[in-house]
């Protein structure tokens, strides 16, 4: 229930941030209806040096996404919300449990494009009824470049790694807007206070940074294992370790972290049976059970395949060979991306003698090249 407004309309920026705060966003902020030259150019850059990889959809809408008033000419303020989602405990110590899955922080609990989306709708609606605002609500899937907006808005800043940074919640915010024909004053933008730190940069387990504040989504986990569809390069899977859906590395060693407080929201909390649930397991999922364990989180939009294929790399990065019986029998699944993952696997935890074996037994039968070319030791992302 939203709490009474005690603001007058004489001072809708208070208005909406009352509201925005009692609906349970952790931090609002105003900003005009464009982007800055920085972040125009960076989109330019990203784009021209083809760093979105699989992702079409940045260069179709990138004129858009490089201007609000593109994308809805009414606009003129832009309300921009902040939800925090850090963890409780350390991510990154997952990482030492080869045997278990390895799952983003952002991933483990509700599908936060449903929890923020429903608030961010309320308070469009109260903008409306309140101030007479025509008002559109963005999360994610539309065209916009969230992060330089809440760094306009003052919410944080664009760190090393790309992501926003918060000197209240680290590196740990779920964004949305709100796009407004309402002239707000904007606040103002935060600063860059990143300074000489070069922690992100430096853990990321494929080199996904060519430099600060640049990111090549094709070498980046996160992208590998949620974005792209086809098989993912040999040259990065010994990196990916137990990492299944996402990365949080970059995110978790971010020093403002120590500020951050874990998120208050019960809905984003990891589910247990999520959070460090078994390889073992995982990897005997059909797509019922798949879809069954994942309903209402963001894994699910990934499908069941791309994910079995990522579980399998984990499996083979595992170095336990009781493992194997587990990939060996999805040698048979009827998904190309899961057969030539199972094979890369068992190449890892086999000795020479086993896997020829099997190789002389499936390899006859064997109708994709990509499949094939994995049972020769060669790469299924090249085929």
């Known amino acids: ?192 206070h990143c300074g000489q730190c070069r922690r992100c940069l430096d853990i990321c387990p494929t080199a996904a940074f060519p430099a600060p504040y640049r990111l090549d989504a094709r070498r980046c986990i996160s992208y590998l294992t949620i974005e792209h569809k086809g098989h993912i390069p040999r040259e990065f899977r010994e990196a990916m370790g137990n990492r299944i859906y996402g990365c949080d590395d970059c995110l978790a060693v971010c020093p403002w972290n120590k500020f951050a407080k874990a998120s208050r929201h019960e809905a984003l909390w990891p589910r247990a049976e999520i959070s460090a649930a078994r390889l073992a397991d995982l990897a005997e999922l059909d797509d019922a059970g798949f879809r069954q364990l994942f309903a209402g989180t963001a894994i699910k939009r990934t499908g069941r395949d791309r994910f079995l294929r990522n579980v399998l790399i984990a499996i083979g990065n595992s170095g336990e060979e009781a493992l194997a019986r587990v990939a060996q029998s999805r040698l048979s699944d009827p998904s190309p991306l899961i057969r030539a993952m199972a094979v890369w696997a068992l190449a890892r935890l086999l000795n020479a003698d086993s896997f020829q074996l099997l190789r002389a037994r499936h390899l006859p039968t064997e109708s994709d090249p990509a499949v094939s070319a994995e049972w020769r030791g060669e790469d299924a992302a090249t085929m």
């Open 1 to 192: 229930m939203l709490a009474p407004a005690r603001p007058s309309i004489e001072d809708p920026k208070a208005l909406i941030r009352e509201q925005a705060l009692a609906l349970g966003f952790d931090a609002v902020g105003f900003a005009p209806a464009s982007q800055s030259a920085r972040a125009r150019q960076g989109l330019v850059e990203f784009l021209e040096q083809g760093m979105q990889g699989d992702m079409g959809w940045l260069a179709q809408r990138s004129e858009k996404r490089a201007d609000p008033q593109a994308l809805w000419p009414e606009a003129r303020s832009v309300v921009v919300l902040a939800m925090n989602y850090g963890p409780a405990e350390d991510p990154l110590a997952l990482l030492e449990s080869r045997e278990r899955a390895a799952i983003s922080v952002y991933a483990r609990g509700k599908d936060y494009h449903d929890f923020i989306k429903s608030r961010l709708k309320a308070l469009a609606r109260l903008m409306a009824e309140r101030l007479g605002a025509s008002v559109k609500v963005f999360v994610d899937t539309a065209p916009v470049m969230e992060k330089p907006l809440a760094e306009s808005s003052g919410i944080g800043w664009q760190g090393k790694h790309t992501n926003l940074v918060s000197r209240a919640h680290g590196s740990w915010l779920f964004l949305g807007e709100i796009f407004s024909d309402l002239v707000l004053e904007p606040d103002a933008p935060e600063t860059d």
